[in-house]
């Protein structure tokens, strides 16, 4: 499996010798699949930028090392294939949204005869067509992140990173981007967000991890964050009486009583099909068994927490 | 080199789009205009010649004039234009670091030298370009008036590209070590208007320090700070055909204008934004 980034060990101390020494990354590691949706979490100052920094040669690692598509970080060239929307950019404000995707182009090294389709094909992507011919400066939040994605895009790069890409966009625009980064994902392109809005994560991640203090708490998919294996609920068939269940399951931990159904923890599959097995033996039929899932947001609020 | 070459094509395009720039622009036209309105209302007989004593005789009157009136303007001309031109300029590295611009600019597949390299080259070629603009428009003007077509004076075009070059060269250091344009256009002024000139006769200081530790020292800062003032001696010295006598202050210049753009590149490349 070839990795689209691989970090080994970083560490990032800002000011190492001063008394106001920061560390912002701890002998941080990650792995992130080519062709994958990443998204990265973390509170504020976990040192998400850092790391985004570090991957695109714009801060220095003091320790460790790390490899964007197979190539040292430390070789500039690999940023041909590389995208970047950092967290509150700042374009050149003299240029309209054409000029703008033309001056990243050559920036980024994009040299084809097609220049000017990319530009349209983009513009067209990112809702800004009507706005091509204005000034940056006259541009709103919400369209200044979407140009910003567009420039991230301009050289058709096979990794991006997007640093908080949907701040400032109302809802519709958030829609529109995740669908962007999905079509993106569908062609093979490897995603790597960091982002304070989970749910929004939570929707369109393959993998997920989070960061506290400089330090990987917890990496998984998304799946494996937000399921909780040991709870579930249990549907029946009529009401019941709670006592009834209370002592009928006394030996396991029964909560969330409703009319039809409560919530049950068990400690593995064999402990549910006891449980299922003793309803059924008192006539109480299941009509439905679910597997409780937690939010994102949930999850990272106590691992943060935990933390 | 490719990548160079875009660094400072986007530099000169970003130079172009300031308001200073244009200010720059706006004052040369104005000086042209000026000359202009002043060749085409005089004739070249009764043109007022300040200053010099030029024995006007015969068929060399228009040459002779027009030697004199290039004498006249050269030195206002060379502070002007270096005035303008580092106006112009002090702000592209601290606008360049600004935050959420130096970051994009850094994820680019352009190196760090590269970058400090176009940003260099880009001011110059924009100076290089308004100083043309105006000292040819003026060399054409004289020459259609006093039909003195003599080059001499368009050597000003390089030697006044080369001190800002010099004095860029050290605003860009300042600049990334500051990140504060205001800090990089004081120390140039201080070195072309102040520091420079009174190097150039440190003679008087030895008389008046009487310490051979001061003269070692005064003697060190001479041969480190450009040599604006001389440069600008140089300049009329070729206007008036004498060439150029001694080369030692654009050496020394030119050294230090190698020696800012290396520590720029290496301050540079080490540091985190």
Redesign the interface.
């Known amino acids: 499996m070839i990795n689209a980034i691989e970090v080994n060990n970083l560490t990032k101390i800002?000011n190492p010798k001063s008394k106001n020494a920061v560390t912002a990354l701890s002998d941080f590691s990650l792995t992130v699949e080519i062709g994958k949706i990443f998204g990265l979490l973390g509170p504020n100052g976990a040192g998400k930028t850092t790391l985004i920094?570090i991957l695109?040669?714009?801060?220095?690692q003091n320790s460790g090392n790390a490899k964007i598509l197979e190539e040292d970080i430390s070789n500039?060239?690999?940023?041909?294939r590389?995208g970047?929307l950092?967290e509150?950019?700042?374009?050149?404000n003299?240029l309209n949204g054409e000029d703008l995707l033309k001056?990243?182009a050559?920036?980024?090294?994009y040299n084809e005869n097609d220049l000017s389709k990319r530009i349209d094909e983009l513009l067209a992507l990112v809702k800004m067509n009507k706005w091509r011919k204005t000034k940056v400066k006259k541009y709103s939040k919400g369209m200044l992140q979407r140009i910003g994605l567009a420039?991230a895009l301009i050289h058709n790069p096979d990794l991006i990173?997007l640093d908080e890409p949907t701040d400032g966009v109302d809802p519709i625009g958030r829609k529109e981007i995740r669908d962007i980064l999905i079509s993106l994902k569908n062609e093979g392109k490897t995603i790597f967000v960091n982002s304070h809005l989970l749910s929004e994560v939570e929707l369109i991640s393959d993998r997920v991890a989070i960061l506290n203090n400089g330090k990987l708490i917890k990496e998984g998919s998304v799946e494996e964050f937000t399921t909780q294996k040991e709870v579930y609920e249990v549907k029946l068939n009529k009401e019941f009486d709670s006592d009834l269940i209370t002592n009928l399951l006394i030996s396991y931990e029964i909560f969330e009583f409703k009319k039809e159904s409560f919530k049950v923890k068990v400690k593995d599959e064999t402990e549910l099909d006891k449980i299922t097995d003793l309803l059924r033996q008192h006539d109480l039929g299941i009509r439905n068994l679910n597997n409780i899932k937690t939010s994102l947001e949930d999850i990272f609020i106590n691992l943060i927490n935990k933390n | 080199m490719n990548?160079i070459w875009?660094?400072t094509?986007?530099t000169i395009?970003?130079t172009f789009?300031r308001k200073i720039f244009i200010l720059f622009a706006g004052v040369s036209t104005l000086v042209l205009l000026l000359f202009g309105i002043l060749f085409i209302s005089v004739s070249a007989e009764n043109f007022p010649v300040v200053g010099t004593d030029i024995q006007i005789s015969g068929m060399d009157i228009g040459s002779e004039i027009s030697k004199a009136i290039k004498l006249f303007i050269v030195n206002p001309l060379y502070g002007l234009g270096i005035f303008l031109a580092i106006f112009s300029v002090s702000s592209i590295i601290p606008q360049m670091l600004?935050?959420?611009?130096?970051?994009?600019?850094?994820?680019?597949?352009?190196?760090r030298t590269q970058l400090i390299l176009g940003k260099f080259f880009g001011g110059n070629i924009v100076v290089l370009a308004n100083l043309t603009y105006l000292i040819f428009s003026l060399w054409l003007m004289i020459g259609i008036k006093f039909g003195d077509w003599d080059l001499t004076f368009l050597w000003s075009i390089v030697i006044i590209t080369f001190v800002f070059a010099v004095l860029y060269a050290m605003i860009i250091l300042i600049g990334i070590i500051s990140n504060s344009s205001i800090l990089a256009m004081m120390i140039s002024y201080l070195i072309l208007l102040i520091l420079s000139p009174i190097l150039a006769n440190r003679e008087f200081f030895y008389q008046l320090f009487e310490s051979k530790i001061a003269e070692f020292f005064i003697d060190g800062l001479y041969y480190f700070i450009p040599k604006t003032a001389e440069i600008s001696n140089i300049i009329s010295e070729i206007n008036v055909g004498m060439g150029i006598e001694d080369f030692q202050p654009i050496l020394s210049s030119f050294a230090f204008l190698i020696l800012n753009i290396a520590l720029s590149i290496i301050i540079f490349s080490?540091k985190?934004?």
Not at chain 1, 56 to 60: C, D, K, N, Q, T
Not at chain 1, 88 to 92: A, E, G, S, Y
């Open positions: 800002y920094k695109l040669g714009i801060v220095f500039y060239k690999v940023r041909t590389i970047y950092p509150n950019h700042k374009f050149p003299y001056y990243y050559k920036l980024s090294g420039q990173f | 990548n875009v660094a094509l986007l395009r970003e789009s600004e935050k959420g611009n130096i970051d994009l600019l850094l994820s680019k597949p352009i190196s080490k985190d934004y």
